[in-house]
């Protein structure tokens, strides 16, 4: 079963993404898809509320609701 948990992004981010994310919009996180590297940074599988697939992110951009 996939959880989902919906966010809020704090933070823009363009460059080299094919689906670049806005300060303020409302996305959703794929729980299972959480992982922290070596360094502590939390990255993720984001998704819009289209469930259109954004790309693996790092979670400081956003904010849980």
């Known amino acids: 079963m ?8 704090i933070s823009d981010r363009k460059g080299s993404l094919i689906r670049p994310i806005k300060k303020g919009d409302f ?4 729980r299972e898809s959480i992982w922290i590297d070596c360094d502590g940074d939390a990255y993720g599988e984001v998704y819009s509320t289209n469930n259109d697939y954004i790309g693996q992110m790092l979670l400081s951009h956003f904010q849980s609701l």
């Open 2 to 9: 996939t959880t989902m948990m919906k966010v809020i992004c």
């Open 27 to 30: 996305y959703y996180i794929r």
